[in-house]
């Protein structure tokens, strides 16, 4: 299933969007024919960035606020926020980093949305 997949590590075959759902969202940079940016390379494995786990988090105070160039500012709790619909998408996952440079390909997100219902043609 789409979502089930919690292998730390992929398969040597690269993922193609062919096949999924036509309830994901597909990045069209998943299509085309060299995926890897110059400089980087591929990475089958999912790095540990923080071995101590996530951080705690005072769910009463969390805020996510959207400003700056945007037509209508807002701002989320974390209750309305995740009451805010989500969206399945699949992307190549790029890290940028001192001294990450790795690509892992056909990442599979659940993503959480202010516009569910609009999608951006490929």
Known sequence: MFW???SKVQADDIPVPE?????VIVSPDTRR???IPPGQSRTKKWPVLDASGPPAIDSARWRLRVGGLVGKPIEWG????????TVKVFA???RHALVATGQRLGGRLHARTAGAGRRRAA
Not at 19 to 23: A, E, I, V, Y
Not at 79 to 85: H, R, S, T, V
């Open 19 to 23: 096949g999924l759902p036509q309830d």
């Open 33 to 35: 024919d060299k995926r």
């Open 4 to 6: 089930k997949d919690k």
């Open 92 to 94: 190549d996952l790029l």
């Open 78 to 85: 974390w209750e309305d926020f995740m009451k805010l619909p």
